[in-house]
């Protein structure tokens, strides 16, 4: 501990910044120098993090499950859906146990519905984006017919997912009041596509956009997307993506049943986040049907796998599970009160200010903040809060506008 400390107090971490790969082994205590300093810079750096970063802090008992288990690093390969599950596969039970008390939570039908526990939000979309191509197609609509619809707030993993199913993206405005999807909008983007020669839709929907918090109105986008059906012969496959929201909405909303929209093909939500648990940690739940799309033998296992990675994580599971039974829904429903009454003081204290205004939706912890007027000098908040602007173009129903903007996101900090 001594030696450790020295090398600390002199500055002289182990190991340097450098970029060669060490020739001969570096000795145990250069090493836990470094880490000790490394940890150091991290504790800092959380410190620093204002309410402009989505910052968690994972709760003790989700921290325990990795402290507990990685020594024996399980890997959960494959999906606990299509094997059967021996007594060697303990974390792949738990994940079992998990997906379904998720498929309770949103009230879905576990007989209907299956998912996985993924390593976050991008996953779960490039995911989405697979499985809809591949149920787009089957419908006898080949790949270059199809297109993705978003808007400009919708998540920047969409467009990986876009780019990787080789599909072109197309952007539907937001609506001026609301700031989400609006239905309209969306009509008439899908005529113009069609008219281009689209005939497949993938749509993903957010629940809790980044930078607002706001959700897409899934009522009215159904039955727009009804009228157009009664129209043309084309093919559609919507999911939610619900990596901000999907862990605050249900505590909120008795009535919050996603799967309960014949559209909505997979949900995904991340634990990460709003869920107080470490990094990687996301769920994807999907209709049952759809898993024969894409699942392929595991050739060197008498198994099939259908999820995006090879290897994947069995103690991710096993943190989220202990997360969601250390609390169950009114130890949620009183940390979602607790950080929203933060949200509230916030809005209440610059509420009366003309050159700014609060974009949110009541049942969200995030909010975005717009500079209305671009000669007030708005730098006080960054540096109060730890805000982030940004100026972005932005698509709305009434045209295109340059946004000055930043995020916020109340989560004990
Ligand atoms: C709406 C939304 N979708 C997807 C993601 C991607 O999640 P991840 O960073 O866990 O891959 C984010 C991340 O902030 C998000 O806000």
């Known amino acids: 501990m001594f030696a450790i400390k020295t090398y600390i107090k002199n500055n002289i971490l182990y190991p340097k910044r450098n970029n060669k790969f060490p020739d001969r082994p570096v000795s145990k205590i250069k090493i836990k120098a470094g880490l000790w300093g490394i940890l150091n810079k991290v504790k800092n750096q959380k410190k620093y993090t204002g ?86 197609e089957k419908r006898g609509i080949e790949r270059d017919k199809i297109c993705l619809i978003k808007t400009s707030l919708t998540h920047y993993s969409i467009e990986k997912a876009a780019d990787i199913v080789g599909v072109p993206t197309f952007i539907v405005p937001l609506n001026d009041k609301t700031w989400n999807m609006d239905a309209w909008g969306f009509e008439k983007e899908v005529e113009n596509s069609i008219k281009k020669g689209k005939k497949g839709f993938l749509v993903p929907l957010t629940l809790g956009y980044t930078v607002t918090g706001t959700n897409d109105p899934i009522k009215k986008i159904s039955r727009s997307i009804e009228k157009i059906k009664k129209k043309h012969r084309v093919e559609f496959f919507i999911w939610f993506d619900a990596a901000l929201n999907g862990l605050i909405e249900p505590f909120l909303n008795n009535e919050f049943k996603p799967f309960s929209f014949c559209e909505i093909q997979t949900f995904l939500t991340d634990f990460h986040k709003f869920g107080f648990t470490p990094l990687p940690a996301g769920i994807i739940l999907y209709r049952k049907e759809l898993r024969q799309l894409i699942e392929k033998p595991i050739t060197y296992l008498e198994e099939k796998d259908n999820t995006l990675l090879g290897s994947r994580s069995g103690i991710a599971p096993v943190a989220c599970w202990a997360i969601i039974n250390l609390w169950g829904k009114n130890g949620f429903k009183r940390k979602i009160y607790e950080n929203l009454k933060y949200k509230y003081q916030f809005i209440n204290k610059i509420k009366n200010n003309q050159n700014l205004q609060i974009i949110t939706n009541d049942n969200s912890l995030t909010c975005a903040i717009v500079v209305e007027n671009k000669s007030y000098k708005f730098k006080w908040l960054s540096e109060v809060y730890g805000l982030n602007f940004k100026s972005e173009n932005i698509l709305f129903n009434s045209g295109k506008k340059n946004i000055l903007r930043a995020k916020i996101h109340f989560l004990n900090h």
């Open 51 to 136: 309410y402009g970063h989505l910052v968690t802090y994972p709760e003790k008992v989700a921290a325990n499950a990795w402290k507990m288990l990685l020594p024996y690093n399980p890997n959960n390969l494959g999906n606990w859906s299509i094997k059967n599950l021996e007594p060697n596969h303990e974390t792949a039970k738990v994940e079992r146990d998990l997906i379904l008390q998720m498929i309770d939570l949103y009230h879905g039908n576990k007989n209907e519905l299956e998912g996985y526990v993924t390593t976050g939000g991008t996953e779960a979309n490039i995911f989405s984006a697979w499985l809809g191509i591949k149920y787009i």
